[in-house]
């Protein structure tokens, strides 16, 4: 059971189960048993908590508030990358082991096409639709920034020019919380519901309160996810009903129609952050009105859960 602070959740396929690493106000953890067993390393590169995390067969990159940091040795030494020093970071998207892709809050985007060794930065100046960058994600050589207030940049020329989804161009709305692509399918979290679409951008289909898709009264989604370009995940920002009120959505078949798991179903976290691997689904919260953060995982798509304190906002998939 975990009774540290967790910031940032990361999953790789490991032998039989699943390797986790996770940041923490108390260092750096790994369990190679789908967080059975854990062990520490001492060596956290800042004090301050990781708010992004994800992990290539060679390299661990993790963002703080300070910048970018990264392990080449399973987080025994870190380096940090001196080009996004002091750059807060909301999100980390890798490649092919070299394609890193950095959201930064009020510094835009970073893309490095060499493992981190060199970067190029995109701001409103190159077109992107905002400075803060809250996720990215890269698919079928599309590259998917979501931000803050000016919705959805798409970017299909490694980001050389823009195009911008906005509420007028058919998304749900413009601030957008999650990013989540698999090919030609997108799935976009937003403050009023979830985008999808399949031709890359091109053309959306939303579900929101006024298509009936919303649980416990609201459609504000944390965190959305794929399994599959039909399978679709997405956690609700449910207010009003302190902290029982949790929810899941699934569909299994892109959306056109859902099943809801909430705290009835036994699932004990607020969902602020989704991680799907397969069938098994992790679900993260942090602190809130007194009570600790969750972390509740199942391992039978939803069906059953297991749930321990763990703080985690901030989970990332790579199927």
Known sequence: MLFFTIFAIFLLPYAISNRIYLGTYFGFFTSDDDGRHWRKSDTMPVSSSAKAIFATDSKIYMGFDEGLFVSADQGQLWEQSSQLKNNPINSIFVLNNTQVYVGTQDHGLYISLDGGDSWTQKTIA?????????????????????????????SADGGKTWMIKQTAQGLADAKVTSVFAIGDSVVVGTQQGVSISKDRGQTWENKNEKTGFECYSTDNIYSVAMSSPNTIYATFSVAGCGLLCHCLGISSDGGNTWTFKTDKDGVGSLGRSLFVLGGEIYLGDIRAMGDTGHLSISRDNGNTWITQPAEVPSIFVVP
């Open 126 to 154: 190159d077109g992107l639709g905002s400075n803060n960058v809250v996720s990215v994600y890269v698919a079928a050589g599309t590259i998917y920034a979501g931000t803050d207030v000016a919705g959805l940049s798409i």
